[in-house]
């Protein structure tokens, strides 16, 4: 969990670029890659990192974030700004709402009792979590994928070393 507003702003600050760099090899075509017939979408994953951010309203901040449905929208470029927005929105209210007393203070979500901390720690984790759902169906989708927290099979075989298995 964060105990300190900084240690979260930075983590934050190069967790949603690496996201928003995810974000930004997508192409509209790709959008409708499927993890399994009828399942979810890259597209709906992608939109879903937007979203999901919505959800730490429930915890007192304030900030303009897009909420519903799993309605995704059909351009990419859309996605990706509408993340790097709401992906600002959120830090900006973290930054200017709470400090490092908020984030031992403690909110009920489904029954447990959880750390403003412990959630901000959770969102990073579940961002990272889509992103490598979506690193997978871009590579299924004929998409290049950009390096996240290492090289891509891509970029070794470019710098001409023999990539990893
Ligand atoms: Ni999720």
């Given at each position: 969990m964060f105990t300190k507003i900084e240690d979260f702003v930075a983590a934050w600050a190069s967790e949603a670029e690496l996201t928003a760099t995810v974000l930004d090899a997508l192409t509209d075509a790709s959008?409708?890659?499927?993890?399994?017939?009828?399942r979810r979408m890259l597209g709906q994953i992608a939109w879903h990192l937007v979203q999901s951010l919505?959800?730490?309203?429930?915890?007192g901040l304030t900030f303009e974030a897009p909420s519903g449905?799993?309605?995704?929208?059909?351009s990419a470029a859309f996605i990706a700004s509408e993340y790097r927005r709401v992906s600002k929105n959120l830090l900006n209210a973290v930054r200017t709402q709470w400090n490092d007393e908020s984030l031992r203070e403690s909110v009920m979500i489904h029954e447990e009792a959880w750390q403003n901390g412990g959630s901000l720690r959770y969102t990073v984790m579940h961002q990272a979590h889509h992103r490598g759902q979506m690193t997978v169906l871009m590579r299924q989708a004929g998409l290049r994928v950009p390096d996240v927290y290492g090289p891509t099979y891509d970029t070794w075989a470019e710098k001409g070393i023999a990539p990893l298995i």
């Open positions: 959008l409708g890659q499927e993890v399994i017939e009828g919505h959800y730490m309203t429930a915890l449905g799993e309605e995704a929208p059909d």
